[in-house]
């Protein structure tokens, strides 16, 4: 929120500057982002008045002008569009220097003399407006110095408010603060009822007094449009970040900067029947403020008349039922609107407004009545007319509760670890517009209805020790007991995987859990993904069954900005949907791309492939000492390619995917393919058995190579698993060393190359033992793997 200094002090008067203002208000915990001056550093600009604005003789362009600057008429020549007789307007004198020290001197523009400029708002740095000269009003004092007249000698302070203090959205709240940390009185905002002029009404019926209990409005008649908003309230609604539009609309922001009370104003002729707060009937158009054209939701808040939505409520009017230079009468609300009926709803119509973004943090309940007088008075002061009686809706059942809080002595002192007297915890709570009554061991405390997020007896604590100070706190070295928790040997850490993948060249991501609902089913066709109720964006709109987009994404990411060699990691939650409800399982998962090898000049050129993911998963999966509980099994899945897809299983039950990216996919995501990607369940990954010592042999190990043809679809984890178990108890390692097919291999066939080591724990093996256990190896291969011996 923006304020301006100068506002601020009109209702409290702080004995501090600037600078130590901000920074008490941060230490407060209402950050301060910046603080910058109103205006450019200038001097010798004046108020001046054209007395006359003639054609330039040689320039279509420009215009010939005389000035008054309150001492003597001068000759300005002038381009500014707007520049025309009687307007009153920033003169920069001969001598003036204006921001960025740019001096003003006598000039000659096109063979005609000026003396002096006649000033636009960005040449002053008090806007970017440069579309014409400033446009002062008529009672605008000849000759008197411009920081002087518009109070420019001020400062605008921008605070970067928390969701939960939508008091201090206004100048009161923020004024109110201030009182509380500087122990200073703070002015009120007077708002004296109204006299009606007559008994004009315009009803009220609060169809969905649920999210609106509190309904205020009034039939102002008469009003003269044609008038200008005040300079002075201009100026306020400017160092706001508020743009002057018209007196009315003018008002209604003024009291929405200074109260913090959103408030609407219809042209009265534009409306029929009445005014009905209710839930828009689904499919129902709008045509807002803002020009655009809006289909409204069944869960939306509307003000409507007889014919249909006038207004989204909290969020924005409609343009059909707005005030216009041509309104004479005119229906004024005030309404409070319940915090949960907003919260969302401008943000699924791509809108953000003041007004949504106070009522969905809270606004107070109890403010809507001062805030349709106080507004009421500034328009009879500005426009005129004859206000009728305020009508009032309220469903009393509806409205928030007053909080009361017990707080107590000894929860106070606890948290705080310090006693503070009695005496000035009352007097803070007190400051802070809090009503007490004493308890045994503390008091019972009633909350102001401003303070929406104040319920608990933590939050009054809280209060209590931000406002005293929390650099006056004192400071302890915390002490616990703090037993070292067994670890269990037979779990693996998730810190353990980390430096696994890490070691083989992998860098962790992290991924938002929520991604784009196409996304997700083009990765996961078997599950409906869940979908949040209030997306930030389209595409973070359900919540993933898998990490694999996350990770497509960033390698997408990664090999946009040039990096060639990506390897990548996460581990994380994935929200699976199942007739038990939604089951968040705890997963590992990875993804190459690339060179097999960093570059480098003893580096190959090879790319990766579908047996450097299987490489580097079965490394992971043999950290827990069960690596031969695993097997991968050929599989399909809508992710992976048809012919490079395999199920992960751990003893027979399926724990996850391996293969590469399905080709539609990386076209998709314009990927420089092809990509691997695996995801495990944490648990099967952690899962390992206890390690226990066995000797080692001293005795020789004795090795045997075989050389087998098999059918191309043999699997090798088959034949090593037939190799392992015929080979008898001594065998220590399987291995295949070659691959081969080709010339003098029949078609459909392929010839693997099987080196098999034995080794006794307390003597030689002999050559007929060994014999006889290739004998049987050969044998078991033949029998359930076709295998036969290649001659």
Not at 87 to 108: E, M, Q
Not at 160 to 167: C, H, K, Q, S, V
Not at 414 to 428: N, Q, R, T, Y
Not at 461 to 479: D, F, K, S
């Amino acid at each position: 929120m923006k304020f301006s200094e100068q506002w601020l002090r009109e209702l409290v008067q702080p004995q501090i500057g600037t600078q130590e203002l901000a920074d008490q208000l941060s230490l407060s915990g209402l950050e301060v982002d910046d603080i910058e001056s109103v205006a450019g550093d200038f001097s010798g600009v004046v108020v001046g008045e054209i007395v006359s604005a003639e054609q330039h003789p040689n320039a279509d362009k420009l215009q010939v002008c005389q000035v008054n600057d309150g001492e003597q008429i001068v000759q300005v020549v002038c381009g500014a569009p707007n520049a025309r007789a009687g307007l009153k307007t920033a003169f920069a004198r001969v001598g003036a220097v204006l921001p960025g020290d740019f001096k003003i001197k006598k000039a000659k523009l096109r063979q005609v003399e000026s003396f002096g400029m006649l000033c636009a708002e960005d040449e002053l740095g008090l806007s970017e407006d440069h579309g014409g000269i400033m446009e002062l009003a008529d009672d605008a004092p000849v000759g008197q110095d411009i920081r002087e007249f518009l109070n420019l000698n001020d400062k605008i302070v921008d605070v970067d408010l928390t969701p939960n203090r939508g008091d201090c959205l206004s100048i009161a709240g923020m004024a109110r603060e201030v009182g509380v940390l500087n122990k200073a009185a703070v002015a009120p905002i007077e708002a004296a009822p109204v006299a009606p002029q007559n008994d004009d009404r315009f009803g009220v019926e609060l169809v969905h007094a649920e999210g609106c209990p509190r309904y205020l409005g009034r039939v102002i008649r008469n009003i003269n449009p044609g008038v200008a908003t005040p300079q002075w309230m201009q100026e306020k609604l400017r160092r706001s970040g508020v743009r002057s539009i018209d007196p009315v609309v003018d008002v209604t922001n003024y009291v929405l900067l200074e109260l913090g009370q959103p408030m609407h104003a219809f042209d009265l002729s534009k409306l029929e029947g009445g005014i009905r707060v209710r839930l828009a009937e689904q499919g129902e158009k709008l045509q807002l403020l803002d020009g655009q054209e809006v289909e409204l939701n069944a869960d939306t808040l509307v003000i409507a008349d007889a014919r249909g939505p006038v207004a989204m409520a909290g969020i924005m009017g409609g343009e059909p039922t707005s005030v216009t230079d041509s309104t004479r009468d005119i229906f004024l609300e005030s309404a409070f609107f319940a915090p949960l009926a907003i919260a969302g709803r401008a943000r699924s119509y791509g809108l953000h407004t003041d007004s949504s973004h106070r009522f969905e943090r809270g606004v107070d309940w109890q403010l809507q009545r001062k805030a349709i007088e106080r507004a009421t008075a500034l328009l009879l002061d500005i426009v005129g007319g004859e206000p009728g009686p305020v009508v009032e809706a309220v469903s009393e059942a509806d409205l928030p509760e007053v909080q009361q809080v017990l707080l107590r002595r000894s929860k106070l002192a606890a948290l705080l670890a310090l006693e503070i007297p009695d005496a000035e915890v009352e007097e803070i709570l007190n400051r802070l517009g809090m009503l007490l009554v004493e308890v045994n061991d503390g008091w019972q405390v009633t909350v102001p209805s401003y303070r929406f997020d104040l319920t608990i007896e933590v939050d009054l604590i809280e209060e209590i020790a931000r406002v005293y100070g929390y650099n006056n706190l004192p400071v302890h070295t915390p002490t616990a007991q703090l037993p070292i928790p067994p670890i269990a040997e037979a779990r693996l850490t998730l810190q353990q995987l980390r430096r696994h993948l890490v070691a083989r060249g992998y860098q962790e991501a992290i991924t938002y859990s929520f991604i784009e609902a196409e996304l997700q089913k083009a990765f996961d066709d078997q599950h409906t993904a869940l979908a949040l109720a209030n997306p930030i964006s389209a595409e973070m709109a359900v919540m993933r069954t898998t990490l694999w987009p996350g990770l497509a994404k960033a390698l997408q990411y990664n090999q946009h900005r040039q990096q060639s060699r990506v390897r990548l990691f996460e581990t994380g939650q994935r929200f699976v949907p199942k007739a038990e409800g939604l089951v968040q399982e705890n997963v590992i998962a990875g993804l190459i791309a690339g060179n097999r090898d960093a570059e480098g000049w003893t580096a190959g050129k090879d790319k990766l492939d579908f047996f450097d993911a299987k490489g580097d998963l079965e490394s992971l999966l043999a950290l827990g000492g069960c690596g031969e509980q695993f097997s991968f099994v050929a599989d399909r899945h809508v992710a992976l390619h048809p012919g490079q897809a395999a199920r992960i299983e751990r003893n027979g039950e399926a724990v996850g995917f391996l293969g590469a990216l399905h080709p539609s996919l990386v076209k998709k995501l314009d990927l420089n393919g092809p990509v691997y990607l695996f995801e495990v369940t944490l648990d099967a990954v952690t899962g390992g058995k206890l390690p226990r010592f066995s000797s080692l042999s001293k005795f020789p190990e004795s090795r045997r190579d075989l050389a087998l043809l098999v059918d191309q679809a043999t699997a090798f984890a088959d034949i090593r698993n037939t190799a392992t178990e015929a080979a008898g108890e001594f065998i220590k390692q399987v291995t295949l060393f070659d691959v081969y097919q080709g010339q003098g291999i029949e078609p459909g066939r392929k010839s693997l190359a099987l080196g098999l080591t034995w080794q006794h724990p307390s003597r030689t093996l002999n050559d007929e033992e060994i014999n006889s256990a290739v004998s049987a190896v050969v044998s078991a291969l033949r029998d359930r793997c076709a295998a036969t011996l290649r001659e």
